[in-house]
């Protein structure tokens, strides 16, 4: 289980002191949102930026490029120290290539899927990459609510895993927070970006913890029907 504050919802004005505290809270990775203001609506960090703040941090950086032309940043942002890249598979035929460069970078590939779009275009890729990321929201902005009608999305890309015996992390993005981290690991994920809920606690390290806890709770329910389905 992956627990990744994200840090769109950390204190900018305070962004090397709030990385640190990531650091010291005993969470797995830092999700790092990259936006454009054209794939969406708004715009956050550039690569560097992340070159700032990775001397602060240890954690495995997981950029997401929420970008309609990720082509120009891959570089920049495996220089700047980035140890995942994500890019959306909504930008169709020219994903192939991107996975192969973002592998050749020396990153871990990640592919994205907004709520919109159907599981099925992911399907191509499974083979292709190290995580996929589901967004759990309409991407662009933190603090939104959970979209439950994406838990079946969870559970369609769980069960390509398990029938293919592949081994891509299923991270979810948006709106989760104690409620539904414990449901979407129900659903079959095992990485939780979280922002607001984790970065709105002045205790981030019990934040996280509690998160763990309850992720792990939700993985072992989806353990018991297994075994209960196989006996
Ligand atoms: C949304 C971003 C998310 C966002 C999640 O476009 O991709 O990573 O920071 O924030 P919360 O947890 O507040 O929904
Ligand atoms: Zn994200």
């Known amino acids: 289980m992956i627990i990744a504050p994200s840090l769109l919802a950390a204190d900018i004005g305070k962004l090397a002191a709030e990385v640190k505290r990531v650091n010291r809270s005993g969470a797995d990775w830092l999700h790092l949102d990259v936006m454009d203001g054209h794939f969406v609506p708004n715009l956050s960090l550039g690569p560097d930026v992340v070159r700032a703040l990775r ?34 598979v909504e930008l169709g035929s020219r994903v192939t290539p991107l996975l192969w460069k973002i592998r050749s970078l020396g990153c871990k590939v990640g592919l994205a899927i907004n709520p919109p779009t159907t599981a099925s275009h992911l399907e191509p890729f499974l083979r292709q990459v190290d995580l996929l990321l589901l967004m759990t929201v309409n ?93």
């Open 55 to 88: 001397p602060l941090c240890k954690l495995f950086f997981d950029v997401h490029l929420m970008c309609s032309k990720p082509e120009v940043l891959l570089e920049p942002f495996a220089r700047a120290g980035a140890d995942q890249i994500t890019v959306h």
């Open 139 to 231: 991407p662009g902005f933190g603090g939104q609510s959970f979209i439950h009608e994406m838990l079946t999305k969870i559970q369609q890309v769980r069960a390509w895993r398990d029938a293919k015996r592949l081994s891509y992390r299923i991270e979810v993005d948006g709106g989760v927070n104690f409620e539904t981290a414990a449901d979407c690991a129900h659903a079959g994920a095992d990485t939780f970006v979280s922002g607001t809920a984790l970065f709105g606690r002045r205790n981030l390290a019990a934040a996280v913890q509690r998160m763990r806890r309850l992720v792990t709770a939700g993985a072992a329910r989806v353990a018991a029907r297994r075994a209960h389905v196989a006996r």
